[in-house]
C-alpha cells in the first residue's frame, strides 16, 4: 500500500477503511526478561475483536444520520511496519434493525477517539459525488491517454466543466435565472447544478 512512504516521507496523516483481514497487533508489553523484545504483541483476530466493549452512537455517516455499532483499540498495523494506529470495527444499523457488513476503519493519528474520526471520515462523502461522475460518467475508468501530462490536461478541463455549475448554483442565483427557462415546471425548485448545464 503507499499509504505508509506518504505517511513517513511527507508527515500526512490518514484515515480510510480498509480491508477487514488486514493485519492488526496489541502493543507488545515490555517484561524486562533477557531476550530480544517483540515487535509486535498479540494478533486481533475475530475472538480479541468481539471481546472489545461496543458502543452504538446516532451518527452523521454517508451523508446522513444513522445508528453505528463499533468497537474500537489502538494498535499496530504490519502493513505500515508496526506504524500505531486507530482501529475502528463499526457496522451500520438500518431502520429495522439489521446491521451491515462489518467495516474496518484506520486513522494514523492514534491519539484520535472514534467520535472524532467518524466526523472526520464523513466529511469525505461531499466529493463522492465528484468521484462517481468523473470515474463512471466522465470516463476515467476508460482513459486511453498514454501520457501523463494529457491526462492531467484532461483532469483539469472535467474538473472545471463540474465545478463551474455548482458555483454558479451555489453563489449566483439571481444572476443565472435566464437559464432556467429550460425547466419552468420547476420554478419553485431550488436552482441546482443540473438545472444550470441543461441551460448552458
Same mark, same amino acid.
Given at each position: 500500500?503507499?499509504?505508509?512512504?506518504? @505517511?513517513?516521507?511527507?508527515?500526512? &496523516?490518514?484515515?480510510? #477503511?480498509?480491508?477487514? %483481514?488486514?493485519?492488526?497487533?496489541?502493543?507488545?508489553?515490555?517484561?524486562?526478561?533477557?531476550?530480544?523484545?517483540?515487535?509486535?504483541?498479540?494478533?486481533? %483476530?475475530? $475472538?480479541?475483536?468481539?471481546?472489545?466493549?461496543?458502543?452504538?452512537?446516532?451518527?452523521?455517516?454517508?451523508?446522513?444520520?444513522?445508528?453505528?455499532?463499533?468497537?474500537?483499540?489502538? @494498535?499496530?498495523?504490519?502493513?505500515?511496519?508496526?506504524?500505531?494506529?486507530?482501529?475502528?470495527?463499526?457496522?451500520?444499523?438500518?431502520?429495522?434493525?439489521?446491521?451491515?457488513? #462489518?467495516?474496518?476503519?484506520?486513522?494514523?493519528?492514534?491519539?484520535?477517539?472514534?467520535? #472524532?474520526?467518524?466526523?472526520?471520515?464523513?466529511?469525505?462523502?461531499?466529493?463522492? %459525488?465528484?468521484?462517481? &461522475?468523473?470515474?463512471?460518467?466522465?470516463?476515467?475508468?476508460?482513459?486511453?491517454?498514454?501520457?501523463?501530462?494529457?491526462?492531467?490536461?484532461?483532469?483539469?478541463?472535467?474538473?472545471?466543466?463540474?465545478?463551474?455549475? &455548482?458555483?454558479?448554483?451555489?453563489? @449566483?442565483?439571481?444572476?443565472? $435565472?435566464?437559464?432556467? %427557462?429550460?425547466?419552468?415546471?420547476?420554478?419553485?425548485?431550488?436552482?441546482?447544478?443540473?438545472?444550470?448545464?441543461?441551460?448552458?
Amino acid at each position: 500500500m503507499a499509504i505508509h512512504p506518504i @505517511c513517513a516521507a511527507l508527515g500526512f &496523516q490518514a484515515i480510510g #477503511q480498509v480491508r477487514r %483481514d488486514t493485519a492488526l497487533f496489541g502493543i507488545p508489553v515490555f517484561t524486562g526478561g533477557r531476550g530480544r523484545r517483540r515487535i509486535y504483541g498479540d494478533q486481533y %483476530d475475530a $475472538e480479541v475483536i468481539n471481546a472489545l466493549p461496543e458502543i452504538r452512537e446516532w451518527l452523521y455517516l454517508y451523508g446522513k444520520w444513522q445508528w453505528v455499532r463499533y468497537r474500537s483499540a489502538v @494498535c499496530l498495523a504490519r502493513f505500515m511496519k508496526g506504524r500505531k494506529v486507530r482501529a475502528i470495527w463499526m457496522q451500520i444499523e438500518d431502520e429495522n434493525g439489521v446491521q451491515s457488513k #462489518q467495516r474496518l476503519i484506520l486513522s494514523t493519528l492514534s491519539d484520535l477517539m472514534p467520535q #472524532q474520526i467518524f466526523v472526520y471520515y464523513g466529511r469525505r462523502w461531499s466529493i463522492e %459525488d465528484l468521484f462517481n &461522475q468523473m470515474k463512471n460518467r466522465w470516463g476515467w475508468k476508460d482513459a486511453w491517454q498514454q501520457s501523463r501530462q494529457v491526462l492531467h490536461r484532461w483532469t483539469q478541463f472535467l474538473s472545471i466543466a463540474y465545478a463551474l455549475p &455548482q458555483l454558479l448554483a451555489t453563489y @449566483c442565483g439571481a444572476q443565472v $435565472e435566464s437559464l432556467m %427557462d429550460l425547466t419552468p415546471w420547476r420554478k419553485k425548485d431550488p436552482t441546482t447544478a443540473g438545472r444550470i448545464r441543461l441551460g448552458m
